[in-house]
């Protein structure tokens, strides 16, 4: 009998115990430890690496944010990484903000010598200057668009852009990272300029443009290089400020460059003002409307008919207090076939045969979310109403009805205790949302809130959903979510629990309480 070979490979045995693991469970335990801790880990020898690589690049690569600053050529080596070009799918740009101003420590302190203000302690006011003007220059000669072009067209798996003037809460960290998600950039500005940039506070001054140009830089990236987004957000924490009509001007001869890409669009998130126009320098606005202007956010709607999210909150005193409510009013009364002209700031509503037909504007739509508008009950009824093919999640914070002094709630009717009861039981009747949620909404009478005061929108205490609000005690936020039926009764419920606060007010319909009652009636 001849020799026997033996074909038993003995398993290599790693110095380390640590290479044992399979590499599934190297990389789960890797999870657990903090951002140092894993770099560290992937230091120590080729293999380790290698196991942590694909899920490393994912968690910090497939999100990125950057300022505005010459740090954008780190978006652009991220571009040229064979693998790690492929893992970013949403690109954050942070609305970062540095003015030479920002070096100074308030107009009432004066040095005694030189008579001049001074500069806050620790800050580097040449310095600041140095990258001021470097972010200025990048905005205002266009270098910001053509960058971003640049890195577009490199990375294929970029969905989403997102626009955010302040550090972001991360949704989800590993132990010991840091809490707030802030821009590449700004460690090195703070170390330089001295001015911290890494907190959660918006940076963005009132008449400042920069965010406008900025938005419209990265839309025209992307669609000079072909890109076919999901998803644009721009959220804008600072008080009264969103963008103004300027950036989302599309002149005649660029709108065909841009249509395939709008036309992908599923999610619009925006922050919007309703008050600034196109008028102005880069770093000073106007603060209104020329008798001639519309607001071009419709024009851009215009162009985005696959849209599937759509979340507008309006910021500031507003020329147009309806927000977008008005405009969809108008694209109802389009679809029933009647000729809209629409108001001037909402721009010229006419169906054109070369344009997409109105019963196809928005008909996708799934989710509307509306903040800070405040529009008459019938306009309110026909947006809706208009979208109740399509509409399955709505949220309306801070949304006020305007009554007219015709509605039947001001003649006492009890059948229209007030306003929102009969919305309510509209949207019942011809809606099929599977969410909704209200937060601090409002309402205007023409005899009792003038001068832009509102009456207070509360909720008698319910079983259903999950309501809140502030510590006075009254509920003012609700929310639910189930199927269709489920809400159709939730919005019922909402209809009956609905009361409007004013004590001068409550004599006239039992829709309306005084704040002691209020109070008392949650007690119970």
Request: proline letters at 4%; charged letters at 20%; a neutral charge.
């Amino acid at each position: 009998m001849g020799d026997t070979h033996n074909t038993h490979v003995t398993p290599k045995i790693y110095a380390s115990p640590l290479l044992w693991l399979p590499c599934e469970l190297l990389v789960h335990t890797a999870s657990y430890i903090s951002p140092d801790d894993l770099f560290r880990l992937r230091l120590t020898c080729r293999r380790v690496e290698n196991f942590l690589f694909a899920s490393f690049s994912e968690e910090f690569f497939s999100n990125r944010r950057f300022m505005v600053t010459e740090c954008l050529r780190c978006l652009l080596n991220i571009s040229r990484h064979a693998h790690l070009s492929k893992c970013l799918s949403k690109l954050t740009i942070g609305l970062d903000r540095l003015l030479s101003s920002d070096a100074l420590q308030g107009a009432g302190l004066r040095d005694g010598h030189r008579n001049r203000p001074h500069v806050k302690r620790g800050v580097e006011p040449h310095k600041l200057e140095e990258f001021a003007g470097e972010q200025n220059w990048l905005v205002s000669s266009g270098q910001v668009q053509l960058l971003l072009g640049e890195a577009l067209d490199k990375l294929p798996n970029v969905v989403e852009i997102s626009l955010q003037d302040a550090s972001e809460i991360r949704k989800s960290s590993r132990p010991g990272s840091r809490e707030l998600l802030v821009s590449y950039g700004t460690a090195a500005a703070y170390r330089q300029t001295g001015i911290d940039l890494l907190g959660d506070e918006a940076r963005l001054h009132s008449q400042d443009r920069f965010a406008d140009v900025v938005f419209s830089a990265a839309l025209l990236a992307a669609a000079r290089t072909g890109k076919q987004l999901r998803a644009v957000t721009v959220n804008m924490q600072k008080q009264n400020m969103g963008l103004s009509s300027s950036a989302f001007l599309l002149p005649k001869s660029y709108v065909e460059s841009f249509r395939p890409a709008l036309q992908a669009l599923h999610s619009l998130d925006l922050s919007v003002s309703f008050t600034h126009s196109a008028v102005g320098s880069l770093v000073n606005g106007s603060l209104g409307f020329l008798h001639w202007q519309h607001h071009h956010l419709f024009s851009l709607l215009e162009h985005t008919p696959n849209l599937v999210i759509l979340r507008v909150r309006s910021k500031g005193q507003s020329f147009l207090e309806d927000g977008i409510i008005g405009w969809l009013a108008c694209l109802a009364d389009l679809s029933s076939g009647k000729q809209v002209l629409g108001s001037r700031l909402h721009g010229p509503l006419h169906a054109n045969p070369n344009d997409i037909t109105p019963t196809q504007r928005l008909g996708a739509l799934r989710e509307l979310g509306l903040g800070n508008m405040t529009a008459p009950t019938a306009s309110i009824s026909k947006a809706l109403l208009n979208l109740a093919g399509s509409l399955r999640h709505m949220h309306l914070d801070v949304v006020v009805v305007s009554v007219a002094r015709d509605d039947d709630e001001l003649d006492n009717n009890p059948r229209s205790p007030n306003a929102w009861t009969s919305i309510f039981r509209e949207m019942s009747e011809s809606l099929n949302l599977e969410e909704f949620r209200v937060c601090s909404l409002g309402h205007q009478t023409p005899s009792c809130s003038s001068n832009g005061n509102r009456h207070q929108v509360a909720f008698l205490k319910s079983r259903l959903g999950a309501q809140s609000g502030p510590h006075n005690g009254l509920l003012n936020v609700w929310s639910y979510a189930g199927d269709v039926l489920a809400v159709k009764n939730f919005l019922l419920e909402a209809a009956e629990k609905t009361v409007i606060i004013c004590t001068s007010c409550k004599e006239r319909n039992i829709g309306y309480r005084s704040f002691e009652d209020m109070i008392e009636e949650q007690g119970e």
